[in-house]
């Protein structure tokens, strides 16, 4: 099946972003309070994920835990952004079983890290 490419609209001030741990764990929390304070101080409404410190091996969580903490913040409508805690290969192991959500087209979706 082929999906075409979107673009979502814009994020704005005020705009409501949740954070979610798709791959490592959180290994340094002072540096993720300090971006998602950045985040805050240009406007915008930030949240973290449930669960988003868990721990299974290196990863935050076991695949299936961290594919529904990302699934979660993608159908929710009050979200206008995703960002990810920390990347990595973790990631790419929640495509395996991955159901695009059919009614969420407009998320978008940022990971950076070091």
């Given at each position: 099946?082929?999906?075409?490419c979107q673009i979502?609209?814009a994020?704005r001030?005020g705009?409501?972003l949740?954070?979610v741990a798709p791959?490592g764990t959180?290994r340094?929390p002072?540096r993720l309070?300090?971006?998602l304070?950045?985040?805050r101080?240009?406007g915008?409404?930030?949240?973290?994920?449930?669960?988003y410190?868990d721990?299974?091996?290196?990863?935050?969580?076991?695949?299936?835990q961290?594919?529904?903490?990302?699934?979660?913040?993608?159908?929710?409508?009050?979200?206008?952004g995703i960002?990810?805690?920390?990347?990595?290969?973790?990631a790419a192991?929640l495509?395996e079983?991955?159901?695009w959500?059919?009614?969420?087209?407009?998320t978008r979706?940022n990971?950076?890290h070091?």
């Open positions: 099946m082929v999906f075409p979502p609209p994020l001030p705009d409501r949740i954070a791959s959180l340094e002072e309070e300090a971006g304070n950045l985040w101080s240009r915008y409404e930030v949240d973290l994920s449930p669960h410190g721990r299974w091996g290196y990863l935050a969580g076991s695949d299936a961290r594919r529904q903490a990302l699934a979660t913040a993608w159908e929710d409508p009050s979200v206008a960002l990810c805690v920390r990347g990595g290969w973790g192991r495509l079983t991955w159901q959500p059919p009614d969420r087209k407009s979706l990971s950076s070091r």
